[in-house]
């Protein structure tokens, strides 16, 4: 497997609402923020073994965040919302 794919998914995004998504073969994973739908599904085809057969993205822009009188902004995200052919799924756990 090449470690391309690796940078491109950074990690599944593990909420209530993707677990629920789960169940109808549709899982959620933070990406890299450069990466476009075409390369995200490339990626998971390789390093799940699975068909994808849609890939939807959303940007999730930084916030703001505060330590004592110093303020900033968290990093930005890319979020990607696959989903799979029927009757195949991913074992995230």
Do not use: W
């Amino acid at each position: 497997m090449n470690t391309k794919y690796l940078e491109i998914i950074k990690a599944p995004v593990v909420t209530e609402k993707s677990a629920a998504l789960a169940e109808n073969n549709t899982y959620s994973f933070y990406v890299d923020v450069k990466a476009n739908k075409t390369e995200i599904k490339d990626a998971i085809e390789k390093i799940f073994k699975v068909t994808v057969e849609e890939v939807r993205t959303i940007n999730v822009h930084p916030r703001k965040k505060r330590v004592g009188r110093y303020t900033g902004l968290t990093n930005r995200k890319k979020k990607a919302i696959v989903r799979l052919a029927d009757g195949q799924s991913i074992n995230l756990g």
